[in-house]
């Protein structure tokens, strides 16, 4: 798991269908020391990953990604520049599946957004 490790979240609140969480990036984590040295920029798959655990905390359950919609990397996260983060997460939750809308912003910037289906374990 990359919650606590790769990132803390740092609040987390549930309001009509929607998860917001603010996390922060820890800038010193080992996956930047390949990506890349001196410059580092979160990877699209931990972003991903990102979404996934923020879930698994609110919902204390583990999930299996289903399918991928729509997703879209729009600007490149650096733990440097971005310090803190906001993943607004919109949930349609049936019998034992979620469909989500998930993007990760800061401000006014917005680093990526993607649609999912999870089925729980």
Same mark, same amino acid.
């Given at each position: 798991?990359?919650?606590?490790?790769f990132? $803390?979240?740092?609040?987390?609140?549930?309001? +009509?269908?929607?998860?917001?969480? #603010?996390?922060?990036?820890?800038h010193?984590?080992?996956?930047?020391?390949g990506? &890349?040295?001196? #410059?580092?920029? /979160?990877?699209?798959?931990?972003?991903?990953?990102?979404?996934?655990?923020?879930?698994?905390?609110? &919902? +204390?359950?583990?999930?299996? @990604?289903?399918?991928?919609? !729509?997703?879209?990397? @729009?600007?490149? @996260?650096?733990?440097?520049? /971005?310090?803190? @983060?906001d993943?607004?997460?919109?949930? $349609?939750?049936?019998?034992?599946?979620?469909?989500?809308?998930?993007?990760?912003?800061? +401000?006014?910037? /917005?680093?990526?957004?993607? #649609?999912?289906?999870?089925?729980? !374990?």
């Open positions: 798991m990359l919650h606590n490790d990132f $803390k979240i740092n609040a987390l609140d549930f309001d +009509e269908n929607e998860i917001n969480a #603010n996390i922060s990036l820890k010193d984590h080992v996956i930047f020391d990506h &890349f040295p001196g #410059n580092p920029v /979160t990877p699209g798959v931990i972003q991903m990953q990102i979404v996934k655990e923020i879930l698994e905390v609110y &919902f +204390e359950k583990k999930l299996q @990604l289903q399918s991928m919609g !729509r997703c879209k990397f @729009l600007n490149v @996260l650096s733990p440097i520049d /971005t310090k803190k @983060l993943v607004k997460i919109k949930i $349609k939750e049936t019998e034992s599946v979620l469909e989500i809308i998930a993007a990760g912003i800061n +401000e006014e910037t /917005t680093f990526f957004k993607f #649609n999912a289906t999870y089925r729980y !374990r």
